[in-house]
């Protein structure tokens, strides 16, 4: 994967008014800026550290990360589905780079 | 051959009873000697980074145990991906909700490693995420909430492989 490639997975199936899960996983080296290339080159830090979640237009999560946060970032977290829209997820690292994904919340039909 | 959640689930029960019966031993005098709200149980603050992030997020606000759960291992062999789940039970309704979950690693070089900013849409506090660990420490969660109350839960997570360079 390259930097910024995003997933974000939901439940197959959704109902209306249902607590789904959302797990996301963002393409991202994390790095602490503590360690050395193998020539002894120091690695600067480069981490997210900003991520905005939106729903239906709205935003209903913001996570602040340091570069304690794993390489390549999974995060999961849960959403009351009460309306249809589109779930972003927006990802800022500390250079600046902005990652952005979108999975469509979407009722199944009974 | 029992689950690892249920014999970490037997662990707790195990452990919450030789707690509480030093409690009871030792209540009088704890409360006698220490004016401060924390309880037995609870990390020792291990320095000023630590106890000044606290005081910056919850100022002079009781720290209780409760309503929270951090779910970590006791031992991790690789301190480059060590994983955490936080739940509460704390409702997410528009009148009371969990603002923000903050999660403070005592001896990592930046301790306060992630805040999760909620709001009701979110439905309940379940977050799952994996961590770089330097060394073994105690970890917190801890949740402040729409009334201004703040609820702790702590893990002690012994790390075999540094994994903050």
């Known amino acids: 994967m390259t930097i910024g490639e995003a997933r974000i997975r939901l439940p197959d199936r959704i109902a209306k008014g249902d607590l789904i899960t959302v797990n996301a996983i963002v393409s991202h080296p994390m790095d602490t800026g503590f360690f050395r290339t193998a020539d002894g080159q120091p690695i600067p830090a480069y981490f997210i550290r900003d991520v905005v979640v939106s729903y239906a237009g709205e935003q209903v999560a913001r996570f602040e990360w340091t570069s304690g946060v794993s390489r390549d970032p999974i995060v999961s977290f849960t959403l009351r589905a009460d309306k249809e829209g589109p779930l972003t997820m927006v990802w800022t690292d500390n250079k600046g780079g902005v990652y952005r994904q979108t999975a469509t919340v979407a009722f199944t039909a009974a | ?165």
């Open chain 2, 1 to 165: 051959m029992p689950s690892r959640r249920s014999f970490l689930a037997r662990c707790a029960v195990v452990g919450a009873g030789l707690i509480g019966g030093d409690l009871l031993g030792r209540s009088g005098r704890l409360l006698a000697a220490a004016p401060s709200l924390a309880d037995p149980g609870d990390p020792e603050v291990p320095n000023e980074q630590v106890a000044k992030l606290l005081k910056d997020l919850f100022g002079d606000r009781p720290i209780r145990k409760g309503h929270l759960s951090l779910d970590m291992p006791v031992v991790a062999e690789d301190g480059r991906i060590v994983p955490v789940i936080i739940e509460s039970d704390l409702p997410m309704t528009a009148d009371r909700y969990v603002k923000a979950v903050h999660l403070i690693v005592d001896h990592n070089p930046d301790p306060h490693l992630a805040a999760y900013h909620l709001t009701p849409a979110i439905g309940s506090v379940a977050i799952q995420t994996r961590i770089k660990m330097k060394r073994t420490t105690w970890v917190r969660a801890i949740i402040d909430t729409s009334a201004g109350d703040v609820w702790a839960a702590y893990a002690h997570v012994n790390v075999s492989l540094n994994g903050c360079g």
